[in-house]
């Protein structure tokens, strides 16, 4: 899906806009969340927010812009768990660490249905979209070579994207009924295992 060219949300200077920005980002969420982003107003975002439509207008001039600030607040969230996650990893069991992926996946889960229903609405910058499966990747291959002693550049690369792939069935498996749930994350943990002591190993020929 191509996204068609917004306007930029203004970046505050102070402490008091950038209060204002985030009030105004909260409420956003809220009423996004509520209504969708389709039925969604400005205008009910800053009531939400306690801010002036005005004021509101010079940090996102339009609801496409908020839509794009929240995506990327997503996503810089989404990268900064990752990255202490990886500044722990090397004394973590390879167990361990398995699991703190699985529930790192989990902890993104209701932010992670929220902006994919946003960019489902909206589609989101697409320069935004790249940058952050980028960053993605680059985070999680730190992590496996943080964890894994000798583990190379390019395969850290490689085994980050298949990892990121396994990873996805968590926001699957998290939807189910209780029951089945625990079942599924128990099996995709053990998976998550076998797969990181794999990268012990060299790769097959």
């Known amino acids: 899906m191509t996204s068609t060219p917004v306007a930029v949300a203004a970046k505050p200077k102070q402490e008091r806009g950038r209060q204002r920005v985030a009030a105004i980002l909260e409420a956003g969420a809220q009423v996004f969340s509520e209504k969708g982003y389709d039925a969604a107003t400005m205008t009910e975002i800053a009531a939400r927010a306690a801010t002036a439509i005005g004021s509101m207008y010079r940090f996102f001039p339009s609801k496409e812009s908020l839509a794009d600030a929240l995506l990327v607040r997503y996503a810089e969230h989404a990268v900064a768990e990752a990255t202490a996650l990886g500044e722990r990893a090397q004394?973590?069991?390879?167990?361990?660490l398995a699991n703190a992926l699985?529930?790192?996946?989990?902890?993104?889960?209701?932010?992670?249905?929220?902006?994919?229903?946003l960019v489902d609405a909206r589609g989101g910058r697409l320069e935004n979209r790249e940058a952050f499966r980028k960053a993605m990747l680059r985070t999680i291959a730190g992590i496996l070579r943080n964890a894994?002693?000798?583990?190379?550049?390019?395969?850290?690369?490689?085994?980050?994207f298949v990892l990121l792939q396994m990873l996805k069935g968590v926001s699957e498996a998290a939807n189910e009924k209780p029951g089945r749930r625990a079942a599924?994350?128990?099996e995709i943990r053990s998976l998550t295992l076998v797969?990181?002591?794999?990268?012990?190993?060299?790769p097959a020929a």
């Open 91 to 96: 004394s973590l069991s390879l167990e361990e």
């Open 102 to 117: 699985v529930d790192f996946r989990l902890s993104l889960q209701s932010e992670r249905q929220f902006a994919i229903g």
């Open 148 to 160: 894994v002693d000798g583990l190379s550049r390019t395969r850290s690369e490689a085994a980050a």
């Open 184 to 186: 599924l994350l128990t």
């Open 195 to 202: 797969y990181l002591i794999s990268l012990k190993q060299p």
